[in-house]
């Protein structure tokens, strides 16, 4: 099995930072792609970021683009998301994904962490 286990989030401020820690362990080798999906209250879920396991392709979302920044640590298994210039409409809990295929969509993931609220304030 995999497991993901999410750090970081909380109450921030508009144009505020935070990093968000995704720690993958057991299976991981079973990854090639790894994603942040964040659910706003009364939206569906919305695929923020992900990057292949090789670290060789990202995608972000275009409301995303310039401002958050998806990253790996190989050594320690751990995906992280950078998010700057937070806006209040970037409020949503905020999950890390794991897929075992090519995937850039909310829908494809398999393995899932549990969420962190990400909350900003104007």
């Known amino acids: 099995q995999l497991q993901l286990v999410v750090s970081g989030g909380g109450l921030l401020q508009a144009w505020g930072s935070v990093r968000l820690s995704c720690a993958a362990s057991g299976r991981s080798s079973i990854i090639r792609t790894m994603g942040w999906v964040r659910q706003a209250p009364g939206k569906e879920r919305e695929l923020v970021a992900a990057?292949?396991?090789?670290?060789?392709?990202?995608y972000y979302a275009d409301s995303m683009k310039g401002r958050f920044t998806i990253s790996r640590d190989d050594v320690n298994s751990t995906f992280y998301l950078q998010m700057n210039s937070l806006k209040p409409e970037d409020t949503a809990v905020y999950y890390c994904?794991?897929?075992?295929?090519?995937?850039?969509?909310?829908?494809?993931?398999?393995?899932w962490g549990q969420g962190t609220q990400v909350t900003v304030s104007s």
């Open positions: 994904a794991a897929a075992q295929t090519k995937t850039y969509y909310a829908g494809g993931y398999n393995y």
């Open positions: 990057i292949s396991w090789s670290g060789g392709n990202t």
